[in-house]
């Protein structure tokens, strides 16, 4: 996983974190969901190409959102977009 840092003043990368896939040969493993789940400790979202219906609700289960909106766009504007969308949100609740 690639995990970057969004502020107001930009999107950085900030590391990758490593762990096993989930599906291989078109099947996923609960233990090997186990493992992402534990490697995405501290992470509120992941944007993802594709996901199942499983290790989407096993994610939400851990408080970890999988979003496929920006699937065939760059990463870096993808997650500014969804910043500007969350800060809205924000203003809304809080006007």
Known sequence: FQVFEVDATGVRFAFHRRCDNYCVDGGGEEDRLERVIAALDGIDTVLVAKIGDCPREG??????TALDSWAQDYIEPA???LYRERMAQ???ITA
């Open 59 to 64: 994610l939400a289960a851990a408080g970890i």
């Open 79 to 81: 997650i500014s977009t």
């Open 90 to 92: 924000k203003q809304a």
